[in-house]
C-alpha cells in the first residue's frame, strides 16, 4: 500500500529540508545510507512523519525533505545515539550539509 503524505499550511509540523552537496560518484550511496537510516531508525523514532530523498539531476545534490510533529521531536532524534551513527555516517559521503526547519506557508496543487 502506498501512503501519500499532504503538504498542509493547517498542519502545524517541523518540516526539515537538508541539502547535501556530494560528488556525483556518490549521490547513490548517500541516498541509499539515508534510506535505510529511515527504514530502520528514523521511522520508528517518536514524532516522526516521513521523509523523501531528491536527486538533482546533475549528481551534486540530495535533498532531505521531512516532516516531524514538533520540534522538540526533531531535536530529540538529534540526541538519540542511534540516529547520530546514521548521520554521522552521512556527513562522511556529503562535503556539505545544510539542515534547516521550516514551516509550510503556501501550497497550491492542480
Request: glycine share 2%; aromatic share 6%; proline share 5%.
Amino acid at each position: 500500500m502506498t501512503v501519500t503524505v499532504k503538504i498542509d499550511t493547517t498542519r502545524p509540523v517541523a518540516t526539515l529540508i537538508n541539502v547535501f552537496t556530494v560528488a556525483p560518484d556518490r549521490q547513490a550511496e548517500l541516498i541509499a545510507l539515508l534510506a535505510q537510516a529511515t527504514e530502520e531508525t528514523m521511522k520508528r523514532q517518536p514524532g516522526f512523519i516521513c521523509a523523501n530523498f531528491h536527486a538533482s539531476q546533475d549528481g551534486e545534490r540530495v535533498i532531505n525533505y521531512a516532516q516531524w510533529e514538533t520540534e522538540d521531536h526533531y531535536r530529540a532524534m538529534l540526541n538519540n545515539p542511534e540516529a547520530r551513527v546514521h548521520m554521522d555516517k552521512a556527513a562522511t559521503i556529503a562535503t556539505d550539509t545544510q539542515p534547516r526547519l521550516y514551516r509550510v506557508e503556501s501550497t497550491h496543487s492542480k
